[in-house]
Nanobody, 128 residues
Framework: QVQLVESGGGSVQPGGSLRLSCVAS????????IGWFRQAPGKEREGVSC????????YYADSVKGRFTISRDNAKNTVYLQMNSLKPEDTAIYYC?????????????????????WGQGTQVTVSS
């Protein structure tokens, strides 16, 4: 069964850090681009970061550039999102997703419509 499972969310104060994990099963994760997305209450789901299949090229939305880092551990079939210097506006449910196409790359802000397999999401709350 093809699925993604996120974990690592929680509540932190502004300036804090969290590391989200996205564990894949039923497929080899580095054969697809993997994206991280977030959705805040009342807002549309937006792309945060993505990592290409094979070469591992990464891309970040301007709002998180310099603060978030996406990485992949092929041995664990897991993608991570390290989030530092968190701000209240980062509060959202965070989702990881697998791109529709095998061998896909990531060269721009990921679009939800291009991603087919989604995890259940993990809540991140940044508040003092």
């Amino acid at each position: 069964q093809v699925q993604l499972v996120e974990s690592g969310g929680g509540s932190v104060q502004p300036g804090g850090s969290l590391r989200l994990s996205c564990v894949a099963s039923g497929f080899t994760l580095d054969n697809y681009a993997i994206g991280w997305f977030r959705q805040a209450p009342g807002k549309e789901r937006e792309g945060v970061s993505c990592i290409s299949s094979s070469d591992g090229y990464t891309y970040y939305a301007d709002s998180v550039k310099g603060r978030f880092t996406i990485s992949r551990d092929n041995a664990k079939n897991t993608v991570y999102l390290q989030m530092n210097s968190l701000k209240p506006e980062d509060t959202a449910i965070y989702y990881c997703a697998r791109h529709f196409w095998y061998g896909s790359t990531c060269t721009a802000t990921p679009r939800p419509g291009a991603y087919k397999v989604w995890g259940q999401g993990t809540q991140v709350t940044v508040s003092s």
